[in-house]
C-alpha cells in the first residue's frame, strides 16, 4: 500500500522518527499510511523476536526449530533495515532509479525468505521432521521454488512500473525508448504464466500420494496457482487498483507458503521412507 499509494516519503526522510516525531498524531494521508507501516512492521519484528526467545526456551541449541526462528529474526531484520534504506536514500515517491528498482525487488524476495523461516519454524515445532534436500523431487522442487522467486522479484518490478508508470500503454512496453521500468513490465506475465504451468505439473506430482498431507497441500497449491493467474488478469485488464494489488499480492504469500509446505512434506516422506529401508 506505501508504494502504491506514493507514501514512502510520508514520514519525510527520518528514519526511525516520522517527520522529527517518534509517533505521528497528525499528518497527511500518506504519512498516517507510512507510519502506519512502521508501527505494523515494528511489531512485526517484536513478534518474530518473541517467536525466537520462545524457541531458545523451549528447544536445545542445536535443534532445528531453534535454527529456523533465529534465521526469521535475521530476515525480518533485513527487512527493517532495506525499509530504512528506502526512506534515507529517497528511493520513494516518484523515484525511478535502478537502485529503488533492485531494492525494492529484493525487498519482496526477502519476504519470502522470511516467511519460509516462519513456516518452517512452525512446521518442525508441530512434529515435522528434519529434511534432506536432495534427490530427484529435490531438484524438481528446487526449481518450482527458485521460478517463484524470480516472478516475485519480476512482480515487484512491474508493480512499480505500474505505480510510477500508470499512463503507459501495451505500445510503451515495448518501445526502446520507455523508462526501463515500463519496459520491464512485460517479462513479468511472461514468467508468470510458465510458472504457474510448472508448478501445476508439479502439484499433479504430488496428488495421488498416499501422504494426505502432501496429496491436500498439492491440490492447493494448484488451486493456488489457478486463483493467482486470474488475479493477474484481473490486474491487467483492471490497470492494477489498489485493491488487486494488495490481493494479488497476499495471494503470491499463501502460494508461497503452501509450496514450501509441499517441499518438506514430499522430502520428510522421503527422509521417512530411507529410515524404513
Do not use: K
Request: net charge neutral; charged share 15%.
Amino acid at each position: 500500500m506505501v508504494r502504491a499509494t506514493g507514501s514512502g516519503a510520508g514520514c519525510g526522510s527520518n528514519w526511525p522518527e516520522c517527520n522529527g516525531s517518534v509517533i505521528a498524531f497528525s499528518g497527511s494521508t500518506e504519512t498516517v499510511i507510512e507510519f502506519s507501516h512502521r508501527a505494523t512492521s515494528g511489531l512485526a519484528f517484536l513478534g518474530v523476536v518473541a517467536l525466537w526467545v520462545w524457541a531458545r526456551g523451549q528447544y536445545r541449541p542445536g535443534d532445528r526449530v531453534r535454527r529456523a526462528a533465529t534465521w526469521a529474526v535475521g530476515f525480518i531484520s533485513v527487512e527493517v533495515l532495506i525499509g530504512a534504506a528506502l526512506v534515507t536514500y529517497d528511493w520513494v515517491g516518484d523515484d525511478a532509479s535502478v537502485a529503488r528498482a533492485v531494492v525494492d525487488g529484493f525487498h519482496l524476495v526477502n519476504t519470502l525468505f522470511l516467511l519460509t523461516a516462519l513456516t518452517l519454524t512452525a512446521w518442525w515445532a508441530g512434529g515435522g521432521v528434519a529434511v534432506t534436500f536432495r534427490g530427484a523431487d529435490a531438484r524438481w522442487l528446487a526449481v518450482g521454488l527458485g521460478a517463484v522467486l524470480l516472478v516475485a522479484g519480476a512482480g515487484a518490478l512491474t508493480a512499480l512500473g505500474d505505480t510510477l508508470f500508470p499512463e503507459a500503454t501495451f505500445a510503451d512496453d515495448l518501445s526502446p525508448s520507455s523508462h526501463f521500468l515500463v519496459r520491464l513490465r512485460t517479462i513479468h506475465p511472461i514468467i508468470a504464466v510458465i510458472t504457474a504451468g510448472y508448478l501445476l505439473a508439479l502439484a499433479r506430482r504430488y496428488l495421488a500420494w498416499d501422504s494426505r498431507p502432501t496429496s491436500a497441500l498439492a491440490r492447493l497449491l494448484a488451486t493456488l496457482v489457478v486463483v493467482q493467474l486470474l488475479a493477474g488478469v484481473i490486474n491487467l485488464a483492471l490497470s492494477a487498483p489498489l485493491a488487486m494489488q494488495l490481493i494479488h499480492l497476499l495471494l503470491a504469500d499463501v502460494l508461497w507458503i503452501v509450496l514450501v509446505l509441499v517441499a518438506v512434506n514430499v522430502l520428510a516422506a522421503h527422509q521417512r521412507e530411507e529410515v524404513s529401508v
